[in-house]
């Protein structure tokens, strides 16, 4: 009804036809983040307050993000592509077990909890977060 009311002034306006709006719906993009942070496991989970959380904010702003550039979501192993397109990111970490999924932006490392239950996987989990920031670049 408004969209009718407007193209009726655009016409008495002699406004070129072009111009009218064809449509109620303005379709709108997704705003991008830089990186969706993606756990397969909701156990101790890094959305929650605790030690897995602060291992977590000391591991992205290694790589010069923080929760404020970040989405953090928990998932089952097979929702993963329905939650890489509900939430579009420069970058998907995934954190905790590997899903079979490809993608050019996807990386898969330890969970924080993992980590600080062994040590030594901070190298590894370093080396990944390295192609991160290279990606984000």
Known sequence: MISELRNNYLEALNIPE????KSDAIPRTKASVHCLLVETSPEKSFCEPGDSKNLLVKMLSSIGLSLNNT?????????????????????????????????DNLFFTHHPRDILKNTALKREVWEVLKKVKKCLS
């Open 18 to 21: 072009f111009l009218y709006n």
């Open 71 to 103: 989405i953090s979501i928990s998932i089952q192993s097979g929702d993963l592509e329905e939650s890489i397109k509900n939430h579009p990111a420069k970058v998907v970490l995934v954190m905790g077990e590997s899903i079979k999924y490809k993608s």
